[in-house]
């Protein structure tokens, strides 16, 4: 059956970068597309972006352009996610979750991850 | 960039009909999909492309999607179905989700 089993829980202090991971397994990695989405406390689903594990392109949210990095290890069917010069406002559980296409929906979700950014 | 609104609440006696709305420009013209949240879980997929529910899915949901204005149907709620539910969409590349509606079962 189809899992994504994603990091532990991070607490970084402002201006540092976290990185976060989410292991696919139960189908063939590189024919799904990643997505990281994120929900910061009390609030709705963000969109980070996305990436396709086939041949490591990315799509950003504008919002994360330029400090987020989305990369793949397709010998551990892992993705990860990379952001920097993290802020207090970036604390939210990151969701790890799978598209078929890459104008999608998303059909199966990570358990997700609790990143806090606090001094 | 393209905006999606849902109400914040809809309430339903158990047992009845809710319906919970998404609103967007010309949304028909869009693929619109829905997630059901529930408390500390990760959200899951309930319809998809509009009307299409994935396996495992009760055929209690259903959805529908016209003009400006997307819906998702629950009959016969149960208290089980009392969550969050968010719309999708993609637009420009990107995706885009609606702020939400917390489902109350009386």
């Known amino acids: 059956q189809v899992h994504l089993l994603q990091s532990g829980a991070e607490v970084k202090k402002p201006g540092a970068s976290v990185k976060v991971s989410c292991k696919a397994s139960g189908y063939t990695f590189t024919t799904y597309y990643i997505h990281w989405v994120r929900q910061a406390p009390g609030q709705g689903l963000e969109w980070v972006g996305v990436i396709n594990p086939s041949d490591g392109t990315t799509d950003y949210a504008q919002k994360f352009q330029g400090r987020v990095t989305m990369t793949r290890d397709t010998s551990t069917s892992t993705v990860y996610t990379d952001l920097s010069s993290l802020r207090s406002e970036d604390t939210a559980v990151y969701y790890c979750g799978r598209s078929a296409g890459a104008y999608s929906y998303l059909d199966y979700w990570g358990q997700g991850t609790l990143v806090t950014v606090s001094s | 960039s393209y905006e999606l609104t849902q109400p914040l609440s809809v309430s339903v006696a158990l047992g009845q009909t809710a319906r919970m709305t998404c609103g967007g420009n010309?949304?028909?013209?869009?693929?619109v999909h829905w997630y059901q949240q529930r408390p500390g879980q990760a959200p899951v997929l309930v319809i998809y492309r509009d009307t299409n529910r994935p396996s495992g899915i009760p055929e209690r949901f259903s959805g529908s999607n016209s003009g400006n204005t997307a819906t998702l149907t629950i009959s016969r709620a149960q208290a089980g179905d009392e969550a969050d539910y968010y719309c999708q969409v993609w637009d420009s590349s990107a995706v885009v989700f609606g702020g939400g509606t917390k489902l109350t079962v009386l």
């Open positions: 010309n949304i028909e013209r869009k693929n």
